[in-house]
């Protein structure tokens, strides 16, 4: 928490014009924290000093950036010339003043790779949540890069032609997920996709009808099990609105505690799923209904089925 100012301060003190040291008792100490502690894997070619990603521009630079919603700071120096520059901003799309301000003072990025594997691949992120409910949502951030796009990363680990891992950035390296995975994922999510569809086709018909037989009073539509029918519709269609709420809160980082209803009521959907199931298999065996509803009760209770193995394989309920 501080100014430009401040930090304008602790950059020169990363740089003194003599032998002193406002920060250690020792000049060592500073030229050491300044020296490279990481290289990329298989290489010679800094990666950290020792919490600064050492960054080649037209000279070789260190820096250090975060971010928070709405805040985002950077600080980019050389120590051999001894100039450096503070970027603080309060905006969006701070990257034109943080990548923009780098390129017109230390010039652009030197790194290209010689990539020999054809066809790029699928990667993910190493830098993620790896469980409860985030399982879904870090699969959703799968990214395909070409060999063209390869080439352009910081450093690429390859083995017998095969990319292994790849680090397209200082901070954040990526790793291979198989074609086979990729597709496996695509395929799992179309029966979701169709239960969702059947469920919000079915409670909008619902309710057309239900307003045709009321609008021309033709007497009551609905039969004895239509209630749970249509709950366990109009339930599908507020999990897929509470899932839609979770994905969008998810970029700014919420409290675990503040999603806990959000999770609960998926749950809360498994448990209504199994309930209508087990109803719809009693009613079934007990009463008799037309053709038509009995496909429109038992589909029903597929979609549910299928919503509600859903939410449990992908953890969206803790």
């Not at 600064?52 to 630079?61: C, D, G, K, L, Q």
């Not at 971010?67 to 450096?84: C, H, I, Q, T, Y």
């Not at 994905?247 to 809360?268: C, D, E, K, Q, V």
Request: with cysteine; hydrophobic share 45%.
């Amino acid at each position: 928490m501080g100014t430009a100012e401040d930090l304008g301060k602790f950059l020169a003190a990363l740089m003194p014009v003599d032998d002193n040291s406002v920060l250690f008792a020792k000049r060592d100490t500073l030229d050491e924290m300044l020296s490279t502690s990481l290289y990329y894997d298989g290489t010679s070619i800094p990666r950290f000093a020792h919490g600064f990603a050492e960054m080649e521009y037209w000279v070789p630079t260190l820096l250090h950036e975060g971010n928070l919603k709405g805040f985002s700071s950077k600080v980019v120096f050389d120590p051999e010339s001894k100039f450096g520059m503070v970027v603080m901003t309060n905006i969006a799309f701070e990257e034109v003043y943080y990548y923009g301000l780098i390129s017109k003072i230390f010039g652009n990025s030197t790194y290209v790779n010689s990539v020999t594997s054809e066809g790029g691949g699928y990667f993910q992120s190493a830098r993620r949540p790896a469980s409860r409910f985030t399982d879904l949502f870090r699969l959703l951030d799968i990214t395909k890069f070409s060999k063209a796009e390869l080439s352009s990363l910081y450093n690429v680990v390859e083995h017998n032609g095969v990319v292994e891992k790849i680090s397209y950035t200082p901070y954040m390296d990526y790793l291979p997920v198989s074609s086979l995975k990729v597709n496996l994922i695509a395929l799992s999510l179309i029966p979701v996709a169709l239960a969702i569809t059947f469920s919000l086709g079915a409670l909008i018909g619902y309710i057309i009808r239900m307003l045709i037989y009321n609008f021309k009073k033709r007497g009551n539509l609905s039969t004895h099990f239509d209630k749970y029918y249509f709950a366990i519709n109009f339930a599908g269609g507020l999990l897929l609105l509470n899932l839609c709420i979770i994905l969008t809160r998810l970029p700014s980082y919420p409290a675990y505690s503040s999603l806990r209803i959000n999770l609960g009521f998926n749950l809360l959907y498994v448990v209504l799923a199994v309930a209508y199931l087990g109803l719809l298999i009693y009613k079934l065996r007990k009463s008799s209904y037309g053709k038509k509803q009995k496909v429109m009760y038992i589909m029903s209770g597929i979609s549910a089925f299928i919503l509600a193995a859903f939410v449990v394989g992908w953890n969206l309920y803790v």
